[in-house]
């Protein structure tokens, strides 16, 4: 089955820095991978996803790149801000399968420090 | 339209207590899914199913039971809860067809003393 690794747990940079979290998929049958925000003590919230037939995503501060020879995709945060501060999970799924399952990552805690 | 909706929002078990957590969505969706969350280990799928009356097994399911008689509801059931049952679970639903997010419920805080 799909096994999603993410990189790294924990990272903490100064308000404006840009933050990159990166991560690595197993089956070469996943082709959506989407990433979550979640802020303490509530639910994922989708806030960018990517799918297999395009390299790269963006929507203002935030951009998805993929590159599927390698298996792996990352998130990117420019001019990063103190509401920023999160845990990001990414995630992948083969879907239009049979079971659309969504697979994912261990978690980043990002913390934006003012 | 409340999207998905999950209860009870807390609870607390004694070892070997059982419950029942509710999930329940309006968008006709066929797809659902239990997840539980737990520090350092992100979001990890329990059981899950692809249509009314159809369950499976995900990566966690030992301890753990579900039904799916009517497709707008989802249960997850704990027959004898352990304090290793101690979590935040999450239930989450998508459709069949185009590339489409999931959409996930409020959660359940679950502690089991």
């Known amino acids: 089955g799909e096994n999603v690794e993410q990189h790294p747990s924990t990272l903490s940079v100064q308000e404006g820095d840009s933050a990159v979290i990166k991560c690595t998929y197993s089956?070469?049958?996943?082709?959506?991978f989407p990433w979550y925000k979640q802020e303490l003590g509530k639910r994922p919230q989708l806030i960018i996803d990517i799918r297999s037939n395009v390299g790269e995503k963006k929507d203002q501060r935030i951009a998805v790149t993929l590159n599927k020879t390698a298996k792996h995709f990352s998130l990117h945060i420019t001019e990063t801000q103190p509401e920023d501060s999160a845990v990001y999970f990414c995630?992948?799924?083969?879907?239009?399968?049979?079971?659309?399952?969504?697979?994912f990552g261990t978690g980043t805690l990002l913390a934006v420090q003012p | 339209n409340a999207g998905v909706t999950q209860t009870p929002k807390f609870r607390v078990l004694k070892t070997g207590q059982s419950m029942t957590l509710l999930c329940a969505q309006d968008m006709n969706h066929e797809y659902m899914y239990w997840y539980r969350q737990d520090p350092g280990m992100g979001l990890r799928l329990i059981h899950y199913?692809?249509?009314?009356?159809?369950?499976a097994k995900g990566e966690v399911p030992d301890g753990y039971n579900v039904s799916r008689l009517k497709k707008q509801n989802f249960l997850l059931g704990l027959e004898s809860a352990a304090p290793s049952q101690t979590s935040v679970y999450f239930c989450?639903?998508?459709?069949?067809?185009?590339?489409?997010?999931?959409?996930f419920g409020s959660g359940t805080r679950l502690t089991v003393v």
């Open positions: 089956d070469s049958a996943s082709n959506y």
């Open positions: 995630a992948a799924i083969s879907y239009g399968g049979a079971t659309n399952k969504l697979i």
């Open positions: 199913s692809v249509g009314e009356g159809t369950t």
């Open positions: 989450a639903s998508t459709r069949t067809g185009v590339y489409y997010g999931y959409t």
